[in-house]
């Protein structure tokens, strides 16, 4: 069993929170386990909760036209959210929520251990970004945490509701290649990634 199956079968498992008394499935997260990229949202949503995978409604469409937008594929990158069970009437996550599976996702990325993160809404980004900006000035943007190249977009879902971001949303997307080519650079030679706070990317 690979790490990354041992973290779904603890997900599968976790009582640690009131999420695992509503949820349906939980949701650890799919795709490429050596992925250079890993997009993480916020939490599953209804359709995520009845398949047990992530970005499979709406959202999860409309994501896989932006990948094609820059030539991905689902299976090329790794799909993760901050929480990993439904919560009720997609409702935000709480506090407690996001820290009771705050482990699976760090252990997910130290083995991944993607060159660029991807996050999609403004509780991903939270978790990455400084605090004080909202995702209005920090999307497009891009930050380091850990010595891993770090960028803010909208959550795809987002364009649902206000179809005024789709463009904006899209546009953030195309930026994408570009940075994980700017993190390898910085990686080949022996560069890494210094800590700094999120800044406007020069794309």
Known sequence: ???????????????RCELAKTRNLTVPGEGNPAAEIMFIGEAPGWHENQQGRPFVGQ??????????????????????NVVKCRPPQNRDPMPE???????????????????????????????????GKGIRDLHGTTCVKEGILCYAMYHPAAALHQPALRRTIEQDML?????????????KVEEPLEEKPAQLSLF
């Open 59 to 80: 959202a999860g469409q409309f994501l896989e036209e932006l990948l094609r937008s820059v030539d991905l594929k689902r299976s090329d990158v790794f799909i993760a």
């Open 1 to 15: 069993m690979s790490e990354l199956e041992a973290i779904a079968r603890e997900v599968a498992s976790c009582t």
């Open 175 to 187: 930026k994408v290649p570009g940075l994980v080519e700017m993190a390898t650079a910085s990686a």
């Open 97 to 131: 929520e996001i820290a009771a599976c705050r482990g699976y996702l760090e252990r997910q990325l130290q083995v991944i251990k993607p060159k660029l993160i991807v996050t999609l809404g403004r509780y991903s980004m939270a978790k990455f970004f400084p605090a």
